[in-house]
């Protein structure tokens, strides 16, 4: 049972750490998936929905506070520093996660977790499954804590090794928060090609099953004996023969789709997602930059791309004398493409060579730079 205990102990150790890593690359997507939440509980607990529109409102201090958290009680259990209440705190986590991910499951409210941000995806009941399996971990560890007796640090030591994994746990979350994710997991990182991830990777492939006098015949082809009667059609390559991109819409203030002419040539892009959050500070530099790429001799055509109504974002550009013809796409689309509000998307024929959040506005050459 020792050894149980020891490779329990590492492994929830581990993914506890794992998990908050993941979520502190990308706190503003772990900020989006709370408020996918607290927007659901909004609606189905209306009694409390004054603290969910304030929870609501602090995701974003919320996502590094929680991730931070899974990061600094994983590193408390590996060294078992207080191990009895670190484990208490860890089950505290497991079953508020487990609550998440089963109400997720039960009732189709939000359909992927974000338990390991977008590394990893999973299917609600499979993140409620994985939380259960967490939880016999968590009960091997608590119940045989004998077999740990032994902490690897003590006293001073100790609190010097806490501190300086929580401070680089939340230091590695609020840098993300200012930029952009250190690792991009989203089908608009650098280096894809829009219009290529728009297309399947395989034509999709069916298994057909059809019956007839009580017999079962599974094929992926039709028979050529029509006394087989259709019953159903299951998708044998369901992930590749669906494009990782399928919700990439531009159009004009007209409604005319332009994705096409969005997606040829040298683009600047301004992605601004909302203009009631967006940082509106930051446009006498993007002006700047955008009046330097009109005069560029790469012939880079600058646009802004937004989620906003027309008549309000017609107003919001003119408060910040931003002189670029505009464009509109879905909100949950811009959130995916930059992390950013708002946030600049360099393309070369569709090709995303740079991303720059609205604290790194480039220079014009940096821009040029990339286009190469």
Same mark, same amino acid.
Request: net charge positive; aromatic share 14%.
């Given at each position: ?11 929830l ?6 998990s ?18 607290f ?19 602090a ?12 990061v ?16 208490y ?18 009732? !189709?409210? +939000? =359909?992927?977790?974000?338990?390991? &941000?977008?590394?990893?995806? #999973? ?6 499954f994985? %939380? ?49 994710p ?34 079962t015949l ?12 259709y ?8 992930q590749t ?7 990439f819409?531009i159009?004009?203030?007209?409604? !005319?789709? +332009? =994705?096409?002419?969005?997606?040829? &040539?040298?683009?600047?892009? #301004? ?7 967006? %940082?509106?500070e ?70 995303i060579?740079a ?10 050459y ?7």
């Amino acid at each position: 049972m020792r050894q149980v205990t020891r490779l329990c102990w590492g492994l929830l150790g581990i993914l506890f750490i794992f998990s908050g890593l993941i979520k502190l690359n990308d706190p503003v997507g772990t900020a989006y998936k709370l408020e996918e939440y607290f927007e659901v509980f909004s609606g189905d607990v209306p009694a409390l929905s004054w603290l969910f529109h304030y929870l609501h409102d602090a995701s974003r201090f919320l996502s590094i506070a929680l991730s931070s958290l899974e990061v600094i009680l994983g590193t408390a259990l590996l060294l078992r520093w207080y191990l009895r209440q670190t484990l208490y705190a860890l089950l505290a986590l497991l079953v508020f996660f487990a609550f998440l991910t089963f109400y997720s499951a039960a009732f !189709n409210k +939000v =359909t992927d977790c974000g338990c390991f &941000g977008d590394f990893i995806k #999973l299917k609600p009941w499979t993140s409620f499954f994985k %939380d259960l399996l967490l939880l016999v971990l968590w009960a091997v560890v608590f119940f045989n804590q004998k077999h740990l007796r032994h902490s690897f640090l003590r006293g001073m030591p100790a609190l010097m090794a806490m501190t300086f994994a929580s401070a680089l746990a939340i230091g590695i979350g609020v840098r993300a928060l200012g930029h952009l994710p250190y690792f991009d997991f989203l089908p608009y990182k650098v280096g894809n090609n829009i219009p290529q991830l728009m297309k399947p990777a395989e034509a999709p492939r069916y298994r057909y099953t059809f019956e007839r006098g009580g017999k079962t015949l599974e094929t992926e082809q039709f028979p050529t004996d029509s006394t087989w009667k259709y019953k159903s059609m299951t998708v044998l390559n369901p992930q590749t023969s669906t494009p990782a991109i399928t919700d990439f819409v531009i159009s004009d203030p007209d409604g !005319n789709d +332009v =994705t096409k002419q969005v997606l040829t &040539g040298n683009k600047l892009i #301004l992605i601004v997602q909302n203009t009631n959050k967006t %940082d509106r500070e930051r446009f006498e530099q993007f002006n700047k930059l955008f009046a330097a790429a009109a005069q560029s001799r790469k012939h880079i055509d600058v646009l802004t791309i937004t989620s906003t109504a027309a008549g309000k974002f017609d107003s919001f550009r003119h408060d910040v004398n931003l002189a670029t013809p505009f464009y509109f796409a879905d909100a949950t689309v811009l959130k995916s493409v930059i992390r950013a509000n708002p946030g600049l998307l360099v393309l070369h024929n569709g090709t995303i060579v740079a991303k720059y959040h609205y604290h790194d506005i480039p220079a014009l050459y940096q821009v040029e730079k990339a286009l190469q």
